[in-house]
């Protein structure tokens, strides 16, 4: 596939990152030189010097013969402008990236697609949408839904009391004998793995597990976590990912809200009707200590600067709170801020990164998943009649060795995937795979 990525900041390099491990020819394209010059330090990837919105350097970048056209620069108009033209140029899908919800709302959103873009991707929404699903299930770290929630990844960290700890996999499976969840990775030491049955849990272990509705309860219990039932959440920071996520929260919860700019706390009291809005300093202990933190269910900080975040969860795990959640958006924090036992992390262009990654697959992919804090993937693929996944049971088919079926979900129904799982058309397949998988697997869903 030949893509060309407009923007070569954290996203569009990440984009790159991920897309030079494929067999794909890729071109970024951006005025800022010393951006590109990084780019062509770490990947054998080509660049162009110029401006996505020019008419000429969409042809020297062969605009024509592109099957991706994706517009990810810091500036929504550019990426707008870009995508019109280079639709208008020749290139068969085009993505923009957005900074405005309104342009998302259906009637809007129609406008863009009668002018050629293909999909907008909005990268608060995705984010906010990320918060929303963690208190969803506060005995995890992070979790996914795929195929309308009838199959989840689970991200849960093992405690020293969860009952698996010094257990194989097989050991495991068997506590549950409803087999209706199953460990398809572990983070260790900053290491994946792609777990097989004599493979043994440890304390710290990051385990990463599919299960449908009915597993939850168990994966919770076996791992230690407690459930949480969220009543009140404090959030730190009036941002687009704060005012989404408590805009989502706010009919069922109560929620406070603290920004720092006085002026903005009056802008806001209008879109958020039922959030209590305080004007003051999110690293203050003191005033967070006088409105209610130890009170407080689940806490947010969602400020535009990431080393704020983690120093005001950090004091929010001091008063007691049980779940904390920080915006991360300096790549390079994710891991300390994990290692300071912050609950979860989001970075708001990684999951915007690995949005828009699902549009390069050969293979019908319906969702994808980058997993911060882990270099796999965990990807919803849609089988066809003649996919090689349908040729035999998953035994048979010698699915690769450094990537696994999850779950599979078949009509209204979803079951846990094991090695006599035969794979049938139209069947939604969630699969976890590390970065040298990728390129396999998606020979088995063409």
């Known amino acids: 596939m030949r893509i060309i990525i407009a923007g070569a900041g954290e996203v569009g390099t990440h984009l790159a990152k991920m897309l030079s491990k494929e067999n794909h020819d890729i071109v970024v394209i951006d005025s ?62 085009t993505i923009a990236r957005i900074d405005s919800y309104e342009y998302l709302i259906p009637a809007n959103k129609t406008h863009f697609i009668e002018l050629g873009i293909d999909s907008l991707i909005y990268p608060q929404k995705l984010a906010s949408r990320e918060i929303v699903s963690l208190l969803n299930q506060t005995g995890t770290t992070e979790i996914f839904d795929f195929a309308d929630g009838r199959l989840s990844l689970f991200v849960i960290k093992l405690e020293k009391n969860a009952p698996i700890i010094n257990k194989t996999l097989m050991e495991a499976a068997q506590m549950d004998e409803e087999r209706a969840y199953r460990a398809v990775a572990i983070t260790r030491d900053n290491q994946t793995i792609i777990p097989r049955g004599q493979d043994i849990f440890k304390e710290h ?146 999951i915007a990164a690995s949005h828009i990654f699902r549009f390069t697959m050969d293979a019908e992919v319906s969702s994808l998943v980058c997993l911060i804090g882990s270099n796999a993937e965990v990807l919803e693929f849609v089988a066809h009649s003649d996919s090689k996944i349908t040729k035999g049971t998953l035994k048979e088919i010698k699915f690769p060795k450094d990537a696994i079926v999850g779950g599979v979900v078949r009509g209204k129904s979803a079951f846990i995937a094991i090695g006599d799982t035969r794979v049938k058309p139209n069947d939604k397949v969630v699969v976890f795979a590390l970065p040298s998988a990728i390129h396999k697997i998606g020979d088995y869903f063409n």
């Open 205 to 350: 272990d990051i385990v990463y597990v599919i299960t449908d509705k009915s597993g939850i309860k168990n994966i919770v219990k076996f791992s230690g976590q407690h459930s949480l039932d969220i009543n009140n959440i404090m959030i730190i920071g009036a941002s687009r990912i704060g005012l989404r996520t408590a805009k989502d929260l706010e009919k069922n919860i109560t929620i406070k809200l603290i920004e720092i700019n006085k002026n903005k706390c009056y802008e806001i009291a209008d879109f958020l009707t039922n959030t209590m809005i305080i004007n003051g300093d999110g690293r203050d202990s003191e005033l967070l200590e006088e409105e209610g933190i130890k009170k407080m269910d689940a806490f947010i900080a969602a400020t535009g600067n990431s080393e704020t975040n983690i120093f005001s969860c950090l004091i929010a795990k001091k008063f007691g709170v049980k779940k904390t959640i920080a915006e991360v958006e300096n790549i390079d924090y994710i891991d300390t801020a994990e290692s300071m036992g912050i609950d979860a992390i989001i970075n708001k262009k990684l």
């Open 32 to 93: 800022d030189e010393e951006k590109l010059r990084v780019i062509d330090s770490h990947f054998d990837i080509l660049t162009i010097h110029g401006s996505a919105t020019s008419i000429s350097t969409l042809k020297d970048a062969r605009i024509k013969k592109t099957d991706l056209f994706i517009s990810v620069t810091t500036n929504e108009e550019v990426n707008i402008i870009a995508a019109i033209l280079g639709k208008r140029l020749g290139a068969k899908k």
